[in-house]
């Protein structure tokens, strides 16, 4: 199932060389409407003619969050205010908020590539698509919202939070698909077992999760927990939001729309491209863009692309699930330690929660990082040893993992906040 298929299977000559049609015009809009890129072009002594070929791409300078911020709020924007119909913003958790506008253009050009991944993972006209996002400033509800709309899905604004009403909806109004942060998604299945619902009272038959780096043992979970098939998809505001790629049924990573989006995988540290299945960090440029077009921008998302067929039938590259943020990585005791490498740990182990909780300290010179793992119910809290059993287990299995030791320590359910959006997985008391 295809949404555009003309694009989505488009002949790989014929899409580098629209890709690079396009990238000329982006370069050209940018340079001549945007100081900003202007002024970094000039310091490069490049000029949007310099760059014949897609290879090019590499001299161009990278656009950073820190951009964005400086920037604040529309020294991006690459149209005048009366040609932009919506703007989003990014959350500000550390600074200002990012600020992004979109044209009609662009709110069209954004509902039909969610199209594309709502399709893929399943989604047509008959469904009914419940959105689980916040709908507000962040992109994700709204993105979703129109890209549901254009297929011509029943859509069912539930915006995020208040799980029990969310699940009475889901059994009401016979919701087919829903859409949310995989965590969420967990919550959801927690909920309706306190609540004493079965799947079977539900409609339930697809999940279209992003907005957060999830593990495909959390995939499984869900899909036991809901009764459903689960896929990914990624997108970013300051890119466009959800739509940059997503995940079709065969799930072997995510199909990223290559018309619209030119992606690149960097070594983080060199700044240079790595080889293809290689991890790094994603940078994207836009190709269609007219309200905020953006050349190189940094991601800090880590990922690889994938080349080769997809038995689907699209062409393009695809990009492997994002594993982590660069941003996310924690430096515990001088290692390299990403949260989903603990996630992968507790979701192999039985009689665990998929709720859990880094918390790292320093005492004196030396980082302890605790895990805390909620121990599911057939784990009585009178059982002492086998309790502690499955703390060792834990504690062996994460120090083989992240090559360091960590403490462990059981919680009740339900004792780890739960979050309606992005789960908070970290909890940093050093004052570093
Ligand atoms: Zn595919």
Same mark, same amino acid.
């Given at each position: 199932?295809?949404?555009?298929?003309?694009?989505?299977?488009?002949?790989?000559?014929?899409?580098?060389?629209?890709?690079?049609?396009?990238?000329?015009?982006?370069?050209?809009?940018?340079?001549?409407?945007?100081? %900003?890129?202007?002024?970094?072009?000039?310091?490069?002594?490049? !000029?949007?003619?310099?760059?014949?070929?897609?290879?090019?791409?590499?001299? =161009?300078?990278?656009?950073?969050?820190?951009?964005?911020?400086?920037?604040?709020?529309?020294?991006?924007?690459?149209?005048?205010?009366?040609?932009?119909?919506? &703007?989003?913003?990014? *959350?500000?958790?550390?600074?200002?908020?990012?600020?992004?506008?979109?044209?009609?253009?662009?709110?069209?050009?954004?509902?039909?590539?969610?199209?594309?991944?709502?399709?893929?993972?399943?989604?047509?006209?008959?469904?009914?698509?419940? &959105?689980?996002?916040?709908?507000?400033?962040?992109?994700?509800?709204?993105?979703?919202?129109?890209?549901?709309?254009?297929?011509?899905?029943?859509?069912?604004?539930?915006? *995020?939070?208040?799980?029990?009403?969310?699940?009475?909806?889901?059994?009401?109004?016979?919701?087919? +698909?829903?859409?949310?942060?995989?965590?969420?998604?967990?919550?959801?299945?927690?909920?309706?077992?306190?609540?004493?619902?079965?799947?079977? +009272?539900?409609?339930?038959?697809?999940?279209?999760?992003?907005?957060?780096?999830? *593990?495909?043992?959390?995939?499984?979970?869900?899909?036991?927990?809901?009764?459903?098939? +689960?896929?990914?998809?990624?997108?970013?505001?300051?890119?466009?939001?959800?739509?940059?790629?997503?995940?079709?049924?065969?799930?072997?990573?995510?199909?990223?729309?290559?018309?619209?989006?030119?992606?690149?995988?960097?070594?983080?540290?060199?700044?240079?491209?790595?080889?293809?299945?290689?991890?790094?960090?994603?940078?994207?440029? *836009? =190709?269609?863009?007219?309200?905020?077009?953006?050349?190189?921008?940094?991601?800090?998302?880590?990922?690889?692309?994938?080349?080769?067929?997809?038995?689907?039938?699209?062409?393009?590259?695809?990009?492997?699930?994002? !594993?982590?943020?660069?941003?996310?990585?924690?430096?515990?005791?001088?290692?390299?330690?990403?949260?989903?490498?603990?996630?992968?740990?507790? %979701?192999?182990?039985?009689?665990?929660?998929?709720?859990?909780?880094?918390? &790292?300290?320093?005492?004196?010179?030396?980082?302890?990082?605790?895990?805390?793992?909620?121990?599911?119910?057939?784990?009585?809290?009178?059982?002492?040893?086998?309790?502690?059993?499955?703390?060792? !287990?834990?504690?062996?299995?994460?120090?083989?993992?992240?090559? &360091?030791?960590?403490?462990?320590?059981?919680?009740?359910?339900?004792?780890?906040?739960?979050?309606?959006?992005?789960?908070?997985?970290?909890?940093?008391?050093?004052?570093?």
């Amino acid at each position: 199932m295809h949404w555009e298929p003309d694009k989505e299977c488009m002949d790989l000559e014929e899409l580098e060389q629209l890709q690079l049609e396009q990238l000329q015009s982006t370069l050209n809009r940018v340079y001549s409407h945007v100081p %900003f890129y202007r002024k970094k072009f000039d310091a490069l002594g490049i !000029t949007p003619e310099d760059v014949g070929s897609l290879d090019d791409l590499a001299r =161009l300078p990278f656009t950073t969050k820190a951009d964005l911020r400086d920037n604040y709020p529309y020294g991006l924007f690459a149209v005048p205010m009366r040609e932009v119909v919506r &703007i989003h913003a990014s *959350s500000g958790t550390t600074g200002a908020p990012t600020v992004v506008g979109y044209t009609r253009n662009d709110i069209r050009t954004w509902s039909n590539l969610v199209a594309r991944i709502l399709t893929a993972g399943g989604v047509t006209k008959d469904d009914v698509v419940q &959105i689980a996002f916040g709908y507000g400033l962040f992109t994700g509800a709204f993105g979703l919202h129109y890209g549901a709309e254009r297929i011509g899905a029943s859509v069912i604004p539930a915006s *995020s939070g208040n799980t029990t009403r969310q699940i009475q909806i889901m059994k009401d109004f016979k919701t087919t +698909a829903l859409v949310s942060t995989p965590s969420y998604a967990l919550l959801v299945g927690e909920t309706m077992q306190e609540m004493g619902i079965p799947v079977s +009272a539900l409609s339930l038959r697809y999940g279209l999760f992003g907005a957060e780096p999830w *593990s495909d043992a959390m995939r499984q979970e869900i899909e036991g927990r809901l009764g459903i098939v +689960a896929t990914d998809n990624y997108g970013l505001s300051e890119v466009i939001g959800p739509g940059v790629s997503g995940e079709c049924q065969e799930r072997q990573g995510l199909h990223i729309n290559e018309d619209h989006f030119l992606v690149e995988v960097i070594d983080p540290e060199k700044l240079r491209p790595v080889p293809p299945g290689e991890t790094g960090e994603l940078v994207i440029t *836009s =190709l269609t863009k007219e309200a905020f077009p953006m050349v190189r921008y940094r991601t800090h998302d880590l990922s690889s692309l994938l080349p080769g067929p997809c038995p689907c039938g699209r062409t393009g590259r695809r990009m492997s699930r994002v !594993t982590g943020r660069t941003d996310d990585m924690l430096i515990i005791k001088g290692v390299n330690v990403f949260p989903s490498q603990i996630e992968r740990v507790l %979701f192999e182990i039985e009689g665990t929660e998929p709720h859990y909780q880094i918390v &790292i300290e320093r005492k004196g010179a030396m980082d302890e990082a605790t895990v805390m793992v909620e121990a599911g119910e057939s784990i009585f809290f009178d059982q002492m040893r086998r309790q502690r059993e499955m703390v060792d !287990t834990i504690r062996k299995r994460l120090a083989h993992e992240l090559g &360091i030791s960590v403490d462990v320590k059981l919680v009740e359910k339900k004792t780890l906040g739960r979050s309606e959006g992005k789960a908070k997985r970290v909890i940093d008391n050093r004052k570093l």
